[in-house]
């Protein structure tokens, strides 16, 4: 048993990607490769601009929380949150911090981690705009305003966590949620996700519960990949255990220290006791306004189906493995991928046995998401029935898998200009094993019928002379048969 124990809280943020417009003005909230395109008055701070909230932001910001299950605010209000920084164009930002009741407090999310059920506590939600984005060159750095204004829900954690497994588990539980209940892509290489950790440790022997006990609290900010994540915790437990070890550790300032992918290791940025008074105002241009408890009942009511949801549904409906169902229900555009195959009448099996074997590995294989493959959930039952019709085997299903890729054609189309059709008229079949067996003669006068690889060398054959086309259980079962009748004799 480990001498210390760690303590993790993450502070999660995550872009609301699917409103049509930003937090508070009427510019496009879409992702875009062209700097400075999605931007109004506002988001720059043009003199004399007034911002106004976006209903359905607030919506889906309130139907987090309470998937999180979290307490709703009778008011909402929204603070100014006052810094100067380059990417923050009015020297402030709107988001709901001190005075006001954020659009969740107190929750609790239950997730798994390696097999074992996890809990942590959410100390809260809130909504707020992202500020700009800052991309550093060699000799300059350029601000993209895109990003300014982009409605934004920071996830307020405990340090209920343990290790780096549980944390990225934890985000990767939210990163679901988010997508199942239509608020964002929750794509890490579209900044969509960021993360900052707070980590320390402390002596096992300890009781956890009493925060006099906790250790110097260490915040690295700014994490943008679960990966980093995960590496950024590991190094840090290694820095402070060895802390702890020379009895340094009690020198220690609480401090905020970034993540260097390059080198793999946090680096001091600032000491926690210069931390800047944000001086929170209430928001002088957005007077607060009631959240009415029909408005939640609404919301609440229309809670899509979740994650959790749909592999209890795979499991005690479909009876599908715990393990299948984990796989399937982890990206919500997958698991889109597998209802819709079975709403148009696909066997169960055969799409999980597909999706989560020959499709899901193209996909990691050619680095691209299932929105853009191009087999369709209609081409994928198209192949499943070929080969349930016996029309071509299971091996040639994967030939036409691949070739339907190559070529972006439906299976259909490919098995015909293939000619891949599957020979299953026994006679032509029988004419084939005869040829087989007569220029094969010795060795089909010493079949064993009790070795079961005897059989494989005639059926070979077979497949040769036919280019794969026969039927493999009509072929076997008719060379048999003439075998069995050549040995008796």
Request: proline share 4%.
């Amino acid at each position: 048993m480990s001498k210390y124990k760690t303590k993790i809280g993450l502070e999660m943020h995550c872009e609301i990607s699917e409103t049509k417009t930003k937090v508070f003005s009427s510019a496009a909230n879409s992702y875009s490769s062209i700097p400075n395109s999605n931007i109004r008055p506002v988001d720059m701070a043009f003199p004399g601009i007034l911002p106004v909230v976006n209903k359905e932001a607030v919506r889906m910001a309130l139907m987090t929380s309470m998937v999180l299950n979290c307490s709703q605010p009778e008011y909402m209000y929204f603070e100014r949150k006052n810094y100067y920084y380059p990417d923050l164009p009015k020297g402030f930002q709107l988001t709901q911090e001190t005075k006001p009741i954020p659009v969740g407090i107190y929750g609790k999310v239950v997730f798994e981690c390696n097999g074992e059920e996890k809990t942590v506590r959410v100390n809260n939600l809130h909504l707020e705009e992202d500020a700009a984005s800052s991309d550093h060159l060699y000799d300059i750095t350029t601000i993209d305003y895109n990003r300014a204004g982009v409605p934004l829900l920071e996830l307020v954690t405990e340090p209920d966590l343990h290790s780096a497994d549980e944390a990225v588990a934890f985000l990767e539980h939210m990163r679901s949620v988010y997508q199942y209940l239509n608020i964002s892509e929750a794509d890490s290489k579209k900044g969509q996700i960021r993360c900052d950790v707070n980590v320390s440790i402390m002596d096992s022997d300890l009781d956890e519960e009493d925060p006099n006990n906790w250790g110097t609290k260490i915040e690295i900010k700014n994490v943008n990949s679960f990966g980093g994540v995960r590496d950024a915790i590991n190094y840090e437990i290694k820095r402070q255990t060895k802390l702890k070890e020379n009895g340094t550790y009690d020198d220690m300032e609480q401090q905020t220290r970034r993540w260097d992918e390059e080198s793999g290791t946090t680096i001091a940025m600032r000491s926690k006791v210069d931390a800047v008074d944000y001086k929170y105002f209430v928001e002088p241009n957005i007077p607060k306004f009631k959240i009415s408890k029909e408005w939640l009942n609404e919301i609440r009511k229309n809670i899509p189906e979740l994650a959790y949801d749909r592999k209890k549904k795979y499991m005690n409906e479909y009876g599908l493995s715990e393990y299948d169902s984990n796989i399937l229900v982890k990206e919500k555009d997958i698991s889109d991928y597998f209802e819709k195959s079975i709403s148009i009448g696909t066997d169960v099996k055969q799409a999980a046995n597909w999706v989560n074997g020959m499709i899901l590995s193209y996909l990691n294989y050619n680095e691209i998401s299932i929105k853009d493959f191009f087999m369709t959930p209609e081409m994928l039952k198209e192949l499943i029935d070929l080969i349930e019709s016996k029309t071509i085997s299971s091996k040639q299903g994967k030939d036409v898998f691949y070739k339907c890729l190559e070529d972006k054609k439906d299976p259909k189309q490919v098995v015909k200009d293939e000619g891949m059709m599957q020979i299953t008229d026994e006679n032509q079949i029988m004419d084939i094993v005869k040829e087989v067996i007569n220029e094969n003669l010795e060795q089909a006068r010493t079949f064993d019928p009790q070795n079961p690889k005897a059989l494989d060398y005639f059926i070979g054959q077979v497949m040769k002379k036919t280019r794969g086309k026969a039927n493999p259980s009509i072929a076997s079962k008719l060379m048999r048969a003439e075998l069995e009748k050549i040995v008796s004799e």
